[in-house]
């Protein structure tokens, strides 16, 4: 829009521009298409719009893309954005971004999020968005540049620090450009930047204690003019000369002279993340059963797998008092379907163990935890369940669980509806005997919800 339409538009619905909600409303249009350019936006994206004022990207977002929601909080500019844009493709919803449940995003196959973020929530919103597991393909944001330059920043420079760390763990950071305050009105007392955040490949960084990493990096920029060996004392047990040669970095160093991956050396030389052995449990032994599920002998994994030979499993649904289900992702060494997301844990039965024995071994290996468990349904085998006979169960959990990490990547609880709008959407994502689980699961509910009382 125009400068002289923003003010008309303004005048029109009785706005006054408020510095809290960050009100500034850009009027560069050549700047508004460079923006939106800048999302690669195909006919098939689904776009999430933060703030979107009175629509300066939001026009160009439609006209490129299968749908744009836009989130918007104030109720005046909501219902000025449902007049002025009437299209199949346009949903506006009047709430605050920070009480936006992203995760429904899940059900969505591919998302992007464009916004201009207002200054003062603008770390909040973006550690909301953030969080892993993401919905979300892309990011792209308007931003105070010290913002942006902190979000973006390199080793040794004054805006590297721990929120720079916290987001690049699990995203690449561009900063795109300075965006002057002058394009905007009302013009604000600072320059803006625009960066573009987009997701790393879960390969891409070793392994590593997450808990422990975001920790060590909050005590190393606690005082920033301290170095490293006063301020991780308490974490480093062993000689901080040796922890320093072996992850190369000068033993005087301050928190701003350690690079991501040298953060991530540091946190596994304090706790190392090992492979698990993989050939001690290639060797695993398996009952082989017959199509009845009846046990015809005992076999290797190795030859089980590689033969695909009909085999036992159990799967456990742990729910917590949100009723809430518990989702791992497989770790990154399992020899099947590696860091897909999968029940609360799952296994398979051994050598002269029963199905119920199995769940509650495999409950205890990956989630620490002993509770009880009930039978839910059993799944014959198929090439859709890894030729796995798999019994399901379900249990009810009141504390916190342990996830076994060399078993587990990591874990989140979702509401059985999350799960099912994320299912349909990207089943590539799951595990495949996962997905069985969940669909028998869910049509049993749904039968006993419509059985007669």
Same mark, same amino acid.
């Given at each position: ?209 997450? *808990?422990?990493? %975001? =920790? ?12 490293? !060996?006063? #301020?991780?004392? +308490? ?9 320093a040669s072996i992850v190369r970095f000068d033993p005087r160093a301050r928190a701003e002279e350690l690079s991501l991956p040298q953060w991530i050396a540091l946190a596994n030389y304090i706790a190392p993340r090992t492979a698990p052995n993989i050939s001690a449990t290639s060797e695993e032994r398996f009952p082989v059963v017959d199509k009845n599920d009846r046990i015809l002998r005992y076999a ?56 119920? *024995?199995?769940? %509650? =071994? ?12 009930? !039978?839910? #349904?059993?799944? +014959? ?73």
């Amino acid at each position: 829009m125009k400068l002289t339409e923003i003010r008309a538009s303004l005048r029109e619905i009785e706005v006054s521009p408020v510095k809290t909600l960050g009100q500034n409303f850009l009027h560069d249009q050549n700047l508004a298409r460079w923006i939106v350019d800048q999302a690669e936006i195909s006919p098939n994206d689904y776009v999430v719009e933060v703030g979107p004022g009175l629509g300066a990207l939001t026009e160009l977002l439609v006209q490129k893309c299968s749908h744009v929601l836009a989130i918007e909080k104030d109720t005046r500019l909501a219902n000025f954005l449902r007049e002025r844009f009437k299209h199949s493709r346009f949903e506006v919803i009047n709430i605050d971004a920070l009480n936006f449940d992203s995760r429904v995003l899940f059900s969505c196959r591919r998302v992007k999020l464009v916004g201009n973020i207002p200054y003062n929530i603008s770390s909040a919103l973006l550690l909301k968005f953030l969080q892993y597991p993401s919905p979300i393909s892309l990011l792209l944001f308007m931003l105070q540049k010290e913002m942006a330059l902190r979000l973006s920043a390199s080793p040794r420079t004054q805006s590297y620090g721990s929120l720079t760390l916290h987001v690049q763990t699990n995203h690449h950071v561009k900063y795109l450009r300075t965006i002057p305050a002058s394009v905007f009105f009302p013009k604000p007392e600072v320059d803006s930047a625009l960066v573009k955040i987009s997701p790393r490949d879960p390969l891409e960084l070793p392994p590593h204690d997450y *808990e422990l990493l %975001e =920790r060590l990096v909050r005590r190393g920029f606690s005082q920033r003019r301290k170095q490293l !060996r006063k #301020l991780l004392s +308490p974490e480093i047990v062993h000689d901080w000369d040796s922890a320093a040669s072996i992850v190369r970095f000068d033993p005087r160093a301050r928190a701003e002279e350690l690079s991501l991956p040298q953060w991530i050396a540091l946190a596994n030389y304090i706790a190392p993340r090992t492979a698990p052995n993989i050939s001690a449990t290639s060797e695993e032994r398996f009952p082989v059963v017959d199509k009845n599920d009846r046990i015809l002998r005992y076999a290797p994994r190795s030859e089980v797998h590689g033969n695909n030979l009909r085999h036992r499993a159990i799967h456990v649904l742990i729910f917590n008092q949100a009723d809430e289900v518990y989702l791992q992702q497989r770790s990154r060494w399992k020899d099947r379907h590696p860091l897909k997301w999968d029940s609360s844990a799952a296994g398979h039965v051994g050598d002269g163990e029963s199905y119920d *024995e199995a769940a %509650e =071994r495999e409950l205890q290996e990956e989630l620490g935890a002993k509770i009880n468990l009930k !039978r839910i #349904l059993k799944i +014959p085998a198929s090439t859709r369940t890894d030729h796995e006979f798999i019994w399901l169960y379900r249990g009810e959990i009141l504390g916190g669980l342990q996830p076994n990490t060399t078993e587990i990547e990591t874990g989140v609880f979702y509401p059985p509806a999350i799960i099912d709008g994320w299912v349909a959407a990207r089943r590539e994502d799951f595990a495949p005997g996962f997905l069985e689980c969940w669909k028998a699961y869910r049509q049993k509910e749904r039968s006993n919800a419509n059985a007669p009382t």
